[in-house]
């Protein structure tokens, strides 16, 4: 399975600290792509990273990938109260175009 | 910001009714996906859809599943004797080019299914 698994499952923090989730894969892939879930909704996009890139920003937003060691992290720099949520890794399964989930890193940041 | 829209964002259904879920992708995309996830696991993918078939389908998208696009805009999942363990949130997603060559693929706020 190319499945990514993230790490840790559940991270608190406080308001103003940064937060490092990672997500670990087993067979090579050409992208990587992080999403945000808040409690009961939708899942958000945050960040696309190519398997020929090191590193993407956006925002508060850090994304790293290490196509050697098969793994990426995101980095949230001065979390907020708001950015309480799911953190999703998904990696393309194969030649096709279905995106295998990880279970998640599920971020509380404390006021 | 162009989304994909999903309706109804919360049904509840008997077992052995069928269920018919909506969802309307971004308008210029042409890969289109339904994913679920039942409550407190992971995100599982069903069915991927271009060119106006089924491109994919994982072993959970079973002869009870159906995916269609009627018309230029709606795409559907139907259900067609659903079962308690049906029970989850379905998710509509689209993307513009094919998921494995760097395409983000975008998702849906999601349908709640309740089966009871």
């Known amino acids: 399975s190319q499945q990514g698994e993230e790490d840790p499952q559940a991270l608190s923090i406080q308001e103003g600290e940064n937060a490092t989730m990672n997500c670990s894969y087993k067979?090579?892939?050409?992208?990587l792509q992080w999403y945000r879930q808040n409690s009961g909704r939708g899942l958000v996009h945050l960040i696309l990273?190519?398997?020929?890139?090191r590193e993407k920003h956006s925002g508060r937003l850090r994304v790293t990938l290490d196509t050697s060691k098969k793994s990426s992290s995101l980095l949230i720099t001065a979390s907020r109260a708001a950015d309480t949520a799911s953190y999703f890794c998904?990696?393309?399964?194969?030649?096709?175009?279905?995106?295998?989930f990880g279970g998640g890193t599920r971020l509380m940041v404390k006021p | 910001e162009p989304e994909v829209t999903q309706t109804p964002s919360h049904q509840v259904t008997q077992m052995g009714q069928e269920v018919i879920l909506r969802c309307v992708p971004i308008?210029?995309?042409?890969?289109f996906y339904w994913y679920r996830q039942i409550l407190g696991q992971k995100v599982e993918f069903l069915v991927s859809?271009?060119?106006?078939?089924?491109?994919?389908k994982s072993e959970i998208f079973d002869d009870q599943f159906s995916v269609e696009r009627p018309d230029g805009s709606n795409f559907t999942l139907k259900i067609r004797s659903t079962k308690l363990e049906d029970s989850a949130m379905y998710f509509c997603?689209?993307?513009?080019?094919?998921?494995?060559?760097?395409?983000?693929?975008?998702f849906g706020e999601g349908s709640w299914l309740t089966v009871v």
């Open positions: 997603a689209s993307s513009e080019g094919r998921g494995n060559s760097g395409n983000t693929i975008y």
């Open positions: 067979t090579s892939i050409n992208n």
């Open positions: 990273i190519r398997s020929n890139e």
């Open positions: 998904a990696t393309p399964f194969s030649a096709g175009n279905m995106l295998t």
């Open positions: 308008s210029n995309h042409l890969y």
């Open positions: 859809f271009y060119n106006n078939e089924i491109s994919e």
